[in-house]
């Protein structure tokens, strides 16, 4: 799987988008990528994952440069309940077959 | 459907004790997984299986460990004899079948604490 590169922390005010950034520049042309999010004290949650076009769901959006080397991951109306370390992860499937390796992720602090 | 559901919540153990910690997958998946989280190495994998057989234990850090899934519907992993070092947050996760996997479901895990 391709290394990611996340920015350690990052605040954002509650009730505007929090855009969290993710490096992936050896990114292969069929990893997917997937971020999940750790609320303290939960285990991680899946949020959303994509392959080369943009995706959005009821959680997040994921925007996904053309050339794939990064991406952004958008939390339209950040609340406070969306403080939690985000992890980005490239790989080549969802992990339901061989798990996922996790890295260090971003620690996004909602501040009211 | 209820979870992933895992126990103990928390488990207070002292040095060279036996350590079971239990996990119920979601109805239905065919994948379980065994994650370890400290704050020096974050989240590990530490072992999964499929259709209940084992699958990858590379990550199982020695030969104290061990993790079994007996059913479907439960796994176990087990330290014996438990040491301080252990100590970190295990959580078990699972996901569906070979066609379905897109994404883990993850339990709340269990804080181990061993004195």
């Known amino acids: 799987d391709a290394k990611t590169t996340q920015p350690t922390s990052m605040d954002c005010a509650e009730g505007r988008a929090a855009n969290l950034p993710c490096n992936h520049s050896?990114?292969?042309?069929?990893?997917?990528v997937y971020w999940y999010r750790q609320i303290h004290s939960q285990g991680p949650q899946y949020i959303i994952h994509?392959?080369?076009n943009n995706e959005t769901n009821e959680m997040a959006s994921l925007i996904i440069t053309e050339d794939r080397k990064s991406s952004t991951l958008i939390l339209p109306h950040a609340t406070l309940r969306d403080t939690a370390v985000y992890y980005c992860i490239a790989a080549y499937s969802g992990g339901g077959a061989d798990g996922l390796t996790f890295g260090k992720g971003t620690h996004l602090i909602i501040q009211p | 459907d209820a979870g992933v559901i895992q126990s103990p919540r928390h488990e207070v153990t002292e040095m060279g004790q036996e350590v079971t910690l239990r996990c119920k997958p979601i109805?239905?998946?065919?994948?379980l997984f065994w994650y370890r989280q400290t704050m020096m190495r974050g989240l590990e994998l530490l072992i999964y299986?499929?259709?209940?057989?084992?699958?990858?234990d590379s990550g199982m850090p020695e030969d104290r460990f061990s993790a079994k899934m007996p059913n479907a519907s439960f796994s176990t992993l087990k330290i014996q004899p438990s040491e301080p070092r252990d100590s970190a947050v295990y959580f078990c996760a699972s996901s569906g079948t070979a066609f379905t996997n897109e994404k883990l479901f993850f339990g709340s895990g269990t804080q181990l604490s061993v004195l």
């Open positions: 994509g392959l080369k």
């Open positions: 299986f499929n259709n209940n057989v084992p699958i990858d």
């Open positions: 109805s239905g998946h065919d994948y």
């Open positions: 050896t990114i292969s042309g069929n990893e997917y």
